[in-house]
C-alpha cells in the first residue's frame, strides 16, 4: 500500500488590500495528513484529530477536493486520508484551504503528478466552495505554491506566484473566537465606491510592485484596505488598538487574515515580528479572550512532502 504524509501550511488571504486574489502562505503553523491508496475506489476520510469535523467524503472540504480531482481521471484504485487539524476552522488563517489543497497535492503526487499546480487549485478550490459557499482561491494558492499568490484571473484561473523579500516575516494573533467566512463575506457590500476603487488599485499596485522591488516602504504604504476591512473589523475585538499599536511599534502594516477573527502584520525582521507579537499579547492580556501568537517566515515552498 502507497502512501504519503504532508504538512499543508496555514495561509493568510487578502493581505489588506487583495481581497479574494492575493495570499502568502505560513511556515510554523499547519495541519498534517496521510493519504494512502487503497483497491476500494472513491474517497474514504478516515482519521479526523484535532476538531470536530464531518467524515462524510460529500461534506468534508478534503473530501470533495479529493473527487473534484477523481471527476477528471480514470483511476483503479481509491484514497484514504487522514488529517492532523491544528489550524481551527474559523480562524482566517486558512483552516479549509490547509485540508482541501493538502488532499489534491498527495493524491496528484500518489498518481505521479498528472496534474499541474493551476488544475490543483481548481479542485481544491471546491472544497472552498464548500466551506464558505465561494470558490475563492486566495489561500489554496499561496498553500499549494508557496511565498505570494496573485489570483489574475479566476476565469480562465491564471495564478501567479511571488517571490517573498527575504526579511520579511508575520505575525499573526488568533483570537479564540470563531468566525465563519460566509458570515464574514454577508456582512460586504456588493457596491464600490468609485473614489474608493481608484485608492484601493493604487495601494495594490504598490503592494505588489513593493514584492517584487523588496521596497519595504512602499510596502507598507500600500498595506491599506478601503473597502473590506472597515465593514468586518467590528467583527474583531480590539481589533483597531492591535492595528494601531503594532504599526507604532515598527510593524510595516497590519490588517485582517482572511476573514478573521485572525489578525495579522507584516514586519521586517524578526526581531520586530516577535516584538509586534508581544504587543499583541499585551492588548489581549486585558482581554477575557484567549488567543495565540504565531510569528513566521514566509514558506517559499507551500505543502510539502514529509515522508
Ligand atoms: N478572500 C476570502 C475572504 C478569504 O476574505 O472571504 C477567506 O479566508
Redesign the pocket.
Known sequence: MREIKIFSPATV??ISCG???L?LCLDTIGDEMVVREVAEKGIKITHIIGQDLPFETENNVAGVAALALLANIETTVGFEIEIYKNIKPGS?I?S??ASAAGAVFAINELLGKPFSTMELISFAMQG?KLA?G?A?A??VSPALLGGFTLVRSYEPLEVLKIDAPTELYVTIIHPQIEIK?SA??AV?KNQVPLKKMVKQMGNFGGLISGLYTSNYDLISRSLHDEI?EPN?SVLIPEFNQVKMSVSNAGALGAG????GPSIFALCRGKNIATKVGGIMSEIYDKTDIEYEIHVSKINPEGIRIIK
Do not use: Q, V, Y
Open positions: 488571504a487578502n481581497f479574494d486574489i495570499g482566517g486558512g479549509s484551504a472552498e464558505s465561494s475563492h486566495d489561500n467566512t464574514s463575506r460586504l473590506i468586518r485582517i487574515s482572511g476573514s
